[in-house]
């Protein structure tokens, strides 16, 4: 039992935290606040030429192969500067996760260099619908086959990094006649595919430099080499990477929490009142005891699911436990550190009034709390019956 | 005890700060010779040997054969201990001597107590007791912490040779970059340090300036990240100031800094620590985040 | 070209210090440590100059210390020298100038370096001695404080700091040691897969016995935090009231406000 990080991702953990102290949180506000996404894509392909894109890919395709210990690390010690660029950066290796797992080595030649690199600002994962959110097994865009290859017709909702992406993973209905869930199937689609039109940008509480956009697939033809894995096949797929992806988010959440109450113990420890320091009293101790206690659960937690996941072992309870936890730790974390900051928490001059619109969304996107309660639960009873 | 002192010239003048190893030698209670490669031209008011040798021939920067001339000139005064300021100058020089006499190097000193010598550590945030345990010594103190000591009169002068070549060819100075200020005549000056966070911010801190009447400073790691002008550079290596009013904005207070500003009349501090080094020097030290506080000063300023 | 750049593992500038049991030094429980700032600086000229002269140069980074030293090493690796050699000594942060000095000059003698790049001091101790006394022990030529260098394989052309922003420029002959001032260059951040790439990089352990063979010449006495300038006020609260304070303090003890 061994419960440090190795010199190298100790090494990642640094850099990290480097870069982000260094180019990402001085622009941060500024992100949050302006429209400009200038700085926000540099500091992606900047991100991309560390290596930051695909950190447990391997390689010969462009990877860091450092692992899912050093991705979550990663992400934590980003999101604590920029949540924006911590989805970007979890969705973004997810994509190349997802490629390497199930991709045939055309594809992972061609697409998953091309992200790591930072050719392709970004990847983006399309999946959920107006009408399937938490259930993705009742989608309604459709792929048909035709001729050499396939003509999608839907839209997709809440897609990341849509504006800006040089490739989508799409799920598409391909036997509609099929049992639910077993009728879907994977597409790569590049960006600038006919038809594929990047729709109305939602208009979000925060992380607001990380676009969110519809994305509409009007008679959009792909050819036939564009399927990823097996025809009607890709469901399996989506629920299988979507634990990995967990582990980011459950990570940028951690670190959302810890950014939150580190700023707001700093405070507190300068903040007098009634004569004392606000720290002195007991009943803020207990907030920022309580609060540090379940950053640490949730960090223990992360590590299990990631060290798991890199062992190859069954992982996705561990990281639905992690995820649900560490993003509910996060908002209750955010919360605190606004108790603790009083009057001024709740401006925009202090960062935590950011931090909390940033955090709120971690325990909705890849997978709701009742979602991962769902999984959770029905992984421990399978063992009771 | 007997201390040969370690002047410097630059560009055929004596350094002012000369004078400070003549308040550091007063406090130690030291006989005192002086070494200076220089010139007739220009020396210092002070009654001693004066070992001299001609920076004409032996050059303004050259290590090694400045250290045979320091080593001599240790041989013969027989002195304890060797000092020089801890400047580019001294701290080159320095260590060289010491590896020569096989001697303790005590480096940049800012007091002295009964048990050693007080020295600074950890960016300034302590402070080690040092005390030498070789039979002599060198010593380098820091620039600004000893009072200058001009003791007047003319010194006897003994005129120092040394043959030998040197692995090391000075090719001459660079001058700074081009001062768009001095800031040495500035009555007031608002400094702006690492803690502004962020380039966009060194206008509220010039705004702060304007609304006293003064001028923008800037600590080093500011104008290494490229977010003010060298120009505005206070520290050892930009420019040394003593204004009537020195507002340190964010400035953690790094002995380098430190040493360019703590002789300014009145010094205000604005640090989110309240631990910060730059708290030493402070006369005011306003706990708060300079991001509150100095929009709010500017604009009360501006009434 | 055979290049050496010797780094140390300094904690975190940031860090609030307190004295260890035996009162000379730091307590390094709770401190994060990582590679001395003027040290990269070395590092990124060291790598720089491997750069230009591609597989003719080999670049050794060294360290002594316990076993975290290993992280700083990593990291140089990372950041592009060859090989690294960490001289284990669990001591390390007790020894005087002159012993490190000593420890590396015995490394470093009759293994032929052409160049060695060390940081202009360190963040911890800042006694800029190091690197100028491994010089001396080694009889080779010796600049310091250098915020501009090149180097065509014979000499090197350095451009030291001075007061005031002044440069002096300076032209060494080979074998030589240059001390890095802190804006020399821009060091790189370790990419990713360089930092996995430099486990498989050699690094040789040598245990300190067989390099030291002397004592020090200096002693700490006391290590202790400084006094507080009698006469410094602390003000806090809120900012407006802040503001009102200042205006009065400044009326009355400076002549800039009236």
């Given amino acids: 039992m061994d419960l440090d990080l190795t010199a190298e991702q100790k090494l990642i953990q640094e850099t990290a935290r480097d870069f982000a102290r260094a180019e990402l949180e001085p622009v941060a506000a500024q992100l949050d606040q302006g429209d400009d996404r200038t700085p926000f894509l540099a500091n992606l392909k900047k991100l991309a030429e560390l290596g930051f894109m695909g950190l447990n890919v391997k390689e010969c395709y462009g990877g860091s192969e450092a692992g899912v210990i050093a991705f979550s690390v990663a992400m934590t010690e980003i999101a604590r500067s920029c949540a924006s660029t911590a989805v970007t950066l979890s969705v973004n290796n997810m994509v190349c996760e997802v490629i390497q797992a199930v991709g045939s080595e055309e594809q992972k030649r061609a697409y998953i260099p091309r992200i790591c690199s930072g050719d392709y600002a970004a990847g983006s994962f399309a999946l959920t619908e107006s009408g399937a959110g938490s259930d993705p097994s009742g989608m309604t865009t459709q792929a048909v086959a035709d001729g050499d290859g396939f003509v999608l017709n839907g839209a997709k909702l809440f897609i990341t990094s849509a504006p800006y992406a040089g490739l989508f993973v799409v799920w598409a209905v391909t036997d509609r006649e099929a049992p639910k869930g077993k009728g879907i199937s994977c597409f790569l689609v590049e960006a600038g595919s006919p038809g594929l039109i990047i729709g109305r940008e939602e208009k979000k509480m925060g992380q607001h430099a990380s676009a969110t956009n519809e994305l509409l697939f009007d008679n959009c033809r792909v050819p036939a080499t564009a399927l990823m894995g097996r025809l009607n096949d890709g469901f399996r797929i989506a629920v299988g990477e979507l634990a990995g992806g967990r582990i980011g988010i459950g990570s940028l959440g951690l670190g959302i929490g810890l950014a939150a109450m580190e700023y707001a113990t700093r405070y507190a420890t300068q903040r007098s009142q009634f004569g004392q320091k606000i720290s002195g009293f007991q009943a803020l101790q207990w907030i920022i005891a309580d609060s540090f206690t379940e950053l640490e659960a949730a960090r223990l937690l992360l590590m299990n699911a990631a060290f798991k996941k890199e062992q190859g072992k069954p992982f996705g309870k561990e990281a639905s436990m992690a995820k649900l936890y560490a993003t509910e730790a996060a908002n209750r974390a955010c919360y605190a550190a606004t108790q603790l900051l009083g009057g001024y928490g709740y401006t925009r001059d202090f960062p935590v009034e950011r931090y909390t619109r940033d955090a709120r969304i971690c325990t909705i996107y890849e997978g709701t709390s009742e979602i991962q309660r769902l999984i959770i639960a029905r992984e421990i009873l399978r063992t009771f019956s | 005890m007997k201390a040969l002192l370690v002047g410097e010239y630059r560009e055929g003048n004596l350094l002012d700060t000369t004078y400070e190893l003549f308040g550091f030698a007063d406090q130690l209670g030291a006989e005192t010779a002086l070494l200076l490669v220089g010139s007739d031209s220009r020396l210092p008011a002070w009654v001693g040997t004066l070992y001299l040798a001609d920076a004409a021939q032996y050059g303004e920067y050259n290590p090694e054969l400045h250290t045979q001339l320091v080593l001599e000139a240790v041989a013969r005064e027989s002195a304890d201990c060797v000092v020089f300021l801890h400047s580019s100058y001294g701290w080159d020089l320095a260590p060289r001597v010491a590896a020569g006499l096989k001697a303790a190097q005590v480096s940049e000193i800012i007091g002295i107590r009964e048990e050693g010598f007080e020295v600074g550590c950890c960016n300034g945030k302590m402070r080690r007791t040092v005390k030498p345990a070789t039979p002599s010594c060198v010593l380098t103190i820091q620039a600004g912490a000893f009072p200058q000591l001009q003791p007047g009169g003319s010194p006897t002068i003994i005129r120092m040779e040394t043959a030998g070549s040197s692995s090391l060819e000075f090719m001459g100075y660079e001058p700074a970059e081009a001062k768009e200020l001095n800031l040495t005549r500035a009555e007031v000056i608002v400094t702006a340090g690492r803690g502004i966070g962020k380039k966009e911010n060194v206008p509220l801190i010039a705004a702060l300036a304007k609304a006293l009447g003064g001028e923008l400073g800037a600590s080093r790691p500011v104008v290494d990240a490229g977010w003010v002008p060298h120009g505005h550079q206070v520290g050892t290596t930009g420019q040394s100031v003593s204004p009537k009013l020195y507002v340190a904005c964010g400035v953690s207070g790094a002995i380098q800094h430190l040493a360019g500003m703590k002789k300014s009349e009145f010094i205000l501090a604005i640090n989110k620590d309240k631990e910060a080094p730059i708290g030493e020097v402070a006369d005011l030290l306003v706990v708060a985040d300079l991001l509150q506080f100095v929009p709010a000063l500017t604009a009360r300023l501006a009434k | ?258």
């Fill in chain 3, 1 to 258: 070209m055979k290049i050496l750049v010797c780094i140390k593992q300094v904690p975190d500038l940031e860090s609030r210090f307190k004295p260890n049991g035996s009162k000379l030094w730091y307590d390094e429980a709770d401190l994060a440590f990582r590679m001395n700032e003027y040290d990269e600086y070395a590092v990124e000229q060291a790598v720089r100059l491997r750069e230009q002269l591609g597989d003719a140069a080999d670049v050794t980074v060294l360290s002594i210390g316990p076993d975290r030293v290993g992280e700083a090493l990593k990291k140089a690796m990372a950041m592009g020298c060859d090989r690294a050699v960490h001289i284990a000594d669990p001591d390390a942060l007790l020894r005087d100038p002159w012993q490190i000095a000593s420890i590396i000059a015995s490394f470093a003698g009759g293994r032929g370096f052409d160049l060695i790049f060390t940081g202009m001091q360190s963040q911890d101790r800042g006694s800029a001695q190091v690197g100028v006394l491994v010089a001396e022990l080694l009889g080779i030529s010796c600049s310091t404080t250098l915020v501009g260098f090149a180097c065509d394989g014979e000499y090197v052309i350095a451009k030291r700091e001075l007061e005031g922003g002044i440069k002096g420029v300076v032209k060494l002959r080979l074998p030589a040691l240059v001390t890095c001032q802190l804006g020399l260059n821009v060091p790189r951040y370790p990419t990713l897969p360089n930092i996995m790439k430099a486990k498989r990089k050699e690094l040789l352990v040598i245990p300190v016995a067989e390099l030291l063979a002397t004592g020090p010449v200096a002693a700490t006495v006391s290590f202790h935090p400084p006094m507080r300038k009698g006469s410094g006020m602390v003000l806090e609260g809120d900012v407006s009231t802040l503001v009102e304070q200042v205006i009065g303090i400044l009326k009355e003890k400076t002549a800039v406000l009236r």
